[in-house]
């Protein structure tokens, strides 16, 4: 049986997942600081730095309602929008290469606090700040854009319990709510495929986070929707764990292809192996 997807409610997440990365950063060693991630050139300290720059940037365009400065440069296509969000998250990790470990841990103790606040207090419904770009929204429902702040949070703080051979987070709900809004990104991911009304393709996540979901196509567009249709055209299964690696850019194409079972016609997932919920 299929469902439509509900909101998913992030509000109440962001202060224990970010209390919890908090007290880990304060038992971190000097040296783990500079430990690579799977983050591409990013150290630990950089993902950090990161958290402080996006934190302070939502409550300052969010909160405060202070205009976002003007890019340097006209921002004409996908590529120009790319470009100009790696060079502000550059620009601010790098200006903090200065700043000690202790220094940046209390920065972002303070703004996720700051923003646990504010969107604790903010209404579901609220007007989105920015559009889920990875989805293919110029503008999006509040929850969404909440939502997707939220994955940010939960993955970065994933790549330092990696890099830092600390556990994952113990309750599954954290990484079962960042599923449910970055898989909201499938559909703009399949937009290119052409299949007759009616195809289903089923994504089963196993693990404790785990559930099915299926992309389904109508006459003009692919959607998602939860639970399995009685016939699927084809299915695609992985781990929890794999699926939030792939959509975060960070399972490469051959482990990708090793950890992910097709069942069907297999240019029906071809698709799935691109999908990404960052922007690249």
Known sequence: MLTPLPPTDTRGLFRPVSSELVAL??????????????????????????????????????????????????????????????????????????????????????????????????????????GVSWAGEQTSEGWFDIGREFTELWHHQAQIRLATGTPPLAAPRYLRATLEIVLRGLPHAFRGLSAPSGTHVVVAVHGPAGGAWTLSRDEHRWMIQVGCPTKADAS?????????????????????????????????????????????
């Open 25 to 130: 950063l304060r038992t971190l060693p000097t040296e783990a600081w500079q430990r690579p991630t799977i983050a591409g050139s990013w150290r630990v300290r950089d993902i950090v730095a990161h958290l402080v720059d996006l934190t302070f940037r939502r409550l300052s365009f969010h909160r405060d309602r202070m205009p976002p400065p003007p890019p340097r440069h006209p921002i004409n296509t996908d590529q120009d929008f790319v470009d100009f969000i790696n060079g502000l998250n550059r620009d601010f990790v790098e200006a903090v290469q200065r700043f000690s470990p202790k220094v940046l841990t209390g920065l972002f103790e303070k703004a996720s606090i700051e923003l646990a606040d504010f969107f604790e207090q903010l209404p579901l419904e609220a007007p989105a700040l920015f």
């Open 236 to 280: 695609v299964r992985i781990s929890d764990e794999q699926l939030w690696r792939l959509l975060f850019n960070a399972l490469p194409h051959a482990q990708a292809t090793a950890a992910i079972e097709v069942e069907g016609d297999p240019a029906l997932v071809q698709p799935f192996f691109a999908a990404r919920s960052v922007i690249v």
